[in-house]
């Protein structure tokens, strides 16, 4: 069977019909899945913008508290590696 005959047997069939069943459940898409308002649904990615900002600088908040250190126990440490790292510079400087 060649290319021609083919094609002359594709045009004898007649055209596909949809069945009743497909044209019913086409007509019920709108009844199943009403459409929404767009007014009310439009500053949703603004919501979720703001609360993800939100949640991200909480986050960071609580990790910076968590992991804060006091004050006077950091002086003490920071005092004595100064005096070791800086000392002897000061005294080969004549100072």
Known sequence: MN???LD???QQMPDPQPSARLLRAVAEIPLRHPHVSP???SMRW?????????L??????AAGVMTAQT???DDDEWDSMVALTFG???EELGE
């Open 88 to 90: 002897p510079m000061d």
């Open 71 to 73: 004050a006077s126990a």
């Open 8 to 10: 002359r047997l594709l």
């Open 46 to 54: 603004l919501w979720r913008a703001t609360a993800s900002a939100m």
């Open 39 to 41: 007014s009310a649904w």
């Open 56 to 61: 991200v600088t909480a986050l960071g908040v």
């Open 3 to 5: 290319d021609e005959q």
